[in-house]
């Protein structure tokens, strides 16, 4: 007899009001999130340059090395000024095919 008889085992229990507002604040939290963290500034190559803490960071757009408050970006750099974006475009195109 196979392990499960679907892609999905059943509970055999209906689903609850609960469950049907987790399942619904999930989703649109997730999407809320895509939309507050501005992933149109994505390149192409799923990195995006941004502004950390008085850092010019790399990042990528999804998973979780993409939330600042859990883990470090991919790269970083203090020595380019703050307001000096046409710098960091060039140092994010320089550090991307190394």
Do not use: Q
Request: glycine share 8%; charged share 25%; aromatic share 12%.
């Amino acid at each position: 007899m196979p392990w499960t008889t679907g892609s999905y085992a059943e509970s055999g229990r209906p689903a609850t009001v609960r469950s049907r507002l987790f399942w619904l604040r999930h989703n649109l939290g997730t999407a809320a999130m895509k939309v507050r963290e501005g992933l149109s500034a994505d390149t192409g190559d799923g990195e995006y340059l941004c502004r950390d803490w008085g850092v010019w960071v790399v990042r990528p757009c999804h998973g979780f090395r993409s939330r600042r408050w859990i883990s470090l970006p991919l790269r970083m750099t203090r020595s380019i000024a703050a307001d000096d974006n046409e710098a960091a475009t060039e140092w994010f195109i320089a550090s991307a095919t190394i």
